[in-house]
C-alpha cells in the first residue's frame, strides 16, 4: 500500500508564498499519477492540480491557474505545490493523492490520500 505524507503548510500573509510538499513510500517513484486537492470548512474537497508519473504532462484548475504549480522529485519521491500570490481564504486543509492510472481532475479515482497539511492565509 502507498502512503502519503504532506508537509510544508503554515500561516501566510495574502500575496506570499508557501510550497507544500507530499513523500510516498513507493518503490520507484514514477510509479504514480500525483494530485493535489483542497478543502475549506463546510466545503467539499476541491481538485488544485495534477501531474503525471513522468512530470511532463501537468493540469491545473482554472481557479488557481497561474499562481500554483506543481512538479515532483522522483529522485526524492516527493511532489511539490508551489502557491504563489495567495489570497485571504479560512482555514484550509491540503491533501495530496496517489493513482495508478493516468492524470484526472476527480476525487474519487484516486487510490491513496494522504492526512492532509493546513492552510492559513491572513490578512
Known amino acids: 500500500q502507498v502512503h502519503l505524507v504532506e508537509s510544508g503548510g503554515g500561516l501566510v500573509q495574502a500575496g506570499g508564498s508557501l510550497r507544500l510538499s507530499c513523500t510516498t513510500s513507493?518503490?520507484?517513484?514514477?510509479?504514480?499519477?500525483m494530485g493535489w486537492f483542497r478543502q475549506a470548512p463546510g466545503k467539499e474537497r476541491e481538485f488544485v492540480a495534477t501531474?503525471?508519473?513522468?512530470?511532463?504532462?501537468?493540469y491545473y484548475s482554472d481557479f488557481v491557474k497561474g499562481g500554483f504549480t506543481i512538479a515532483r522529485d522522483n529522485a526524492k519521491i516527493t511532489v511539490y505545490l508551489q502557491m504563489n500570490s495567495l489570497k485571504t481564504e479560512v482555514t484550509t486543509v491540503y491533501y495530496c493523492?496517489?493513482?495508478?492510472?493516468?492524470?484526472?481532475?476527480?476525487?474519487?479515482?484516486?487510490?491513496?490520500w494522504g492526512q492532509g497539511t493546513q492552510v492559513i492565509v491572513s490578512s
Open positions: 493523492g496517489a493513482r495508478n492510472s493516468s492524470t484526472t481532475q476527480i476525487e474519487k479515482m484516486y487510490d491513496y
Open positions: 513507493t518503490r520507484t517513484s514514477s510509479s504514480h499519477t
Open positions: 501531474i503525471s508519473r513522468s512530470g511532463d504532462n501537468t
